[in-house]
């Protein structure tokens, strides 16, 4: 069977994610610049090859101080670490519309395998007559397994920056030709 080469639609994908600010409050960000592919045989997406990349000067949590902090050796180190990147090992259906994607994560030199629960919106042609597929992946990495370690203990209790980083991606690819 011939191998399918899907391409990421990056006007209709977004890499978001949140963590807590303060213990109570949320801040969420996104990657503005990345890049996606999946290979498949055929149209079947049982065992897809995935990879990504994305670009650690792009990240937005709208507040340039934070995104520059967030830029620093403090948490991701674009200057020595500009990419993060994520390959699976393995695109497993569960059932309809439900797949588990594992693979390794690297983020500022460290790479950890994770494991992600992935909705799978099946195939549809746009007007212009592109195939396109949809995926949306949630889960959470806990962000000192990466080696962004930086904190500030609050006067009150707790920690000014949480462990826990949510991960809500929604993805879009067109076939190529």
């Known amino acids: 069977m011939a191998t399918t080469k899907w391409s990421i639609d990056p006007t209709h994908s977004e890499i978001g994610f949140k963590v807590k600010h303060m213990m109570f409050t949320n801040v969420s960000g996104k990657f503005g610049a990345y890049d996606a592919t999946i290979t498949t045989d055929g149209d079947s997406f049982e065992n897809a090859a995935i990879e990504f990349s994305g670009d650690v000067a792009s990240i937005d949590t709208a507040n340039a101080d934070r995104d520059g902090h ?3 050796g403090d948490f991701f180190d674009a200057e020595n670490h500009p990419k993060l990147a994520f390959k699976a090992s393995s695109f497993k ?3 309809d519309g439900e797949y588990e994607l594992t ?3 690297n983020i500022k030199g460290a790479s950890k395998t994770v494991k992600f629960p992935v909705e799978f919106s099946g195939t549809m042609t746009d007007p212009w007559g ?6 949306s992946i949630e889960g959470k990495i806990n962000r000192k397994d990466w080696g962004l370690n930086w904190n500030s203990a609050l006067e009150t209790g707790g920690v000014l920056v949480g462990e826990e980083v949510r991960l809500n991606i929604e993805l879009q690819f067109v076939k190529q030709a």
């Open 130 to 135: 592109n195939t396109k597929v949809g995926l």
């Open 103 to 105: 693979g390794d994560l």
């Open 70 to 72: 967030l830029r620093s």
């Open 93 to 95: 259906k569960i059932n």
